[in-house]
């Protein structure tokens, strides 16, 4: 079985490739704040939906 790379690890990777002015921690940072960001966003989306299927 392959070994998957953990998303933050991932992710991370993948913007410090993208820019040159970030630190690893500055990279591994934003990458959670918008992990968290788009879950917040998700939970509240199903919740007005659930919301207005009671309706």
Known sequence: MAHRQHWLIRFTDELMT???????????DFVRRV????HEAAVAETAEENRRERE
């Open 18 to 28: 993208l820019t040159s002015d970030l630190t690893q921690d500055q990279a591994a």
């Open 35 to 38: 992990y968290v960001a788009g």
